[in-house]
C-alpha cells in the first residue's frame, strides 16, 4: 500500500498543513496527555483521553506529508498510513495504535469498566515514547513545523 493508493481509494486527501496547525495540535496532545493523568478520571475515559492524543500524533505524520484522513474509518487510515510513512520499523506501534482504536471504540460505545490499569500505563508510556520520536522527526524532515517539542 502506498499513500497514491489510499488517495485514489478515497481514505485520504490532500491538505496543507501550518506551523500554526502543528503547533495546535501539539497543544491538543499535552492537554490529553494531563488530562489522562488525572486519577479521579476512570481507566476507561483515561484510556480514551490518551488514545486521542496517540491519534493526533499520527495524524501530524500525515498532515506533514501533505494529507489528511477522509471518510470512513479515518482513525483505521491514520495508523495505515503512519505504517506507509515511518516504515517498517513502526508497523508494530501502528497497530497497537490501532488495537487501542478497538478497544477504545468499545469504552466510548459499548462496555464500561473494561480498561486496566496496566493497559492505560502501556498505552501512556508508548504515547509518551512517541511524541518525543515524532518532535525529533518534525525537526529532522520538517523543520519549517518544528517547534521545539520534545515532552
Not at 497543544?27 to 489522562?36: F, H, Q, T, V
Not at 492524543?53 to 506533514?64: K, R, V
Request: aromatic share 12%; net charge positive.
Amino acid at each position: 500500500m502506498t499513500l497514491k493508493q489510499l488517495e485514489q481509494e478515497g481514505r485520504i486527501r490532500p491538505h496543507r498543513t501550518s506551523k500554526k496547525e502543528i503547533s495546535g495540535l501539539f497543544e491538543l496532545i499535552k492537554r490529553d496527555m494531563r488530562d489522562a493523568s488525572f486519577p479521579g478520571l476512570s481507566s476507561d475515559r483515561r484510556f480514551a483521553t490518551i488514545y486521542n492524543a496517540a491519534l493526533a500524533l499520527t495524524t501530524i505524520i500525515l498532515y506533514c506529508r501533505g494529507f489528511q484522513s477522509y471518510g470512513k474509518a479515518h482513525h483505521f487510515t491514520v495508523f495505515q498510513a503512519m505504517k506507509i510513512i515511518l516504515g517498517k520499523e513502526h508497523e508494530e506501534l501502528a497497530d497497537y495504535f490501532d488495537s487501542c482504536r478497538i478497544k477504545r471504540n468499545k469504552v466510548d460505545y459499548d462496555l464500561a469498566d473494561i480498561t486496566s490499569q496496566k493497559e492505560l500505563d502501556e498505552l501512556m508510556n508508548e504515547v509518551k515514547r512517541f511524541y518525543v520520536f515524532i518532535a525529533g522527526w518534525i525537526e529532522k524532515n520538517y523543520p519549517h513545523y518544528y517547534l521545539a517539542e520534545k515532552g
